[in-house]
Nanobody, 115 residues
Framework: QVQLVESGGGLVQAGGSLRLSCAAS????????MGWYRQAPGNQRELVARMGSRGGTEYADTVKGRFTISRDNAKNTVYLQMNSLKPEDTAVYYCNLDQRLQTYWGQGTQVTVSS
């Protein structure tokens, strides 16, 4: 089994920055994809960014140039540096890990950007 624990959410003014962290524990395979999704009220959960264990990345168009995903494979931890935050970035952010056709989710952390 795999557990994901997120931290770093909060309230920030537009233009500000936040850094999210997600630590994975349990049966972690060496090849996996870790990432971040978000869900705003009334919307579907959507991909924000994800990164493979070998370094490949994918970003949503809405966050390119503002958000940066990184990971520390030795610590099984993924980070999301969010800069130039906008009110439309307000959502619950969920950490995700995919490995061997199985998907795991964290409990979510609220990010609120005030205008």
């Amino acid at each position: 089994q795999v557990q994901l624990v997120e931290s770093g959410g909060g309230l920030v003014q537009a233009g500000g920055s936040l850094r999210l962290s997600c630590a994975a524990s349990g049966s972690i395979l060496s090849i996996n994809v870790m990432g971040w999704y978000r869900q705003a009220p009334g919307n579907q959960r959507e991909l924000v960014a994800r990164m493979g264990s070998r370094g490949g990345t994918e970003y949503a168009d809405t966050v390119k140039g503002r958000f940066t995903i990184s990971r520390d494979n030795a610590k099984n931890t993924v980070y999301l540096q969010m800069n130039s935050l906008k009110p439309e970035d307000t959502a619950v952010y969920y950490c995700n890990l995919d490995q061997r056709l199985q998907t795991y989710w964290g409990q979510g952390t609220q990010v609120t950007v005030s205008s």
